[in-house]
């Protein structure tokens, strides 16, 4: 399904485990999981705490990172 562009690069099978488990979650997971890590930051907030809120705010970008990843790996699969 993939077109391999540089055959001499291939995934390791840590790599490949990690993506044939992670191809199996829902896409949506990681967008719900960004939504509720910014709604418990404004949570946080509101009870001004505010390093609380900071901390927990900053996963919404890994998490919608890890989904993008997550649907590449489902469309273009590895190696």
Do not use: C, R
């Not at 993008?68 to 489902?74: C, P, Q, T």
């Amino acid at each position: 399904m993939s077109t391999n562009f540089n055959p001499q690069h291939q995934e390791g099978p840590v790599a490949e485990a990690i993506e044939e488990q992670t191809a199996k979650l829902p896409s949506d997971l990681f967008l719900w999981a960004a939504l509720g890590s910014m709604a418990v930051s404004l949570g946080f907030k509101i009870a001004n705490k505010n390093d609380k809120a900071l901390f927990v705010g900053q996963w919404a970008a890994p998490f919608l990172l890890l989904g993008l990843y997550n649907k590449v790996v489902k469309l273009e699969g590895h190696d």
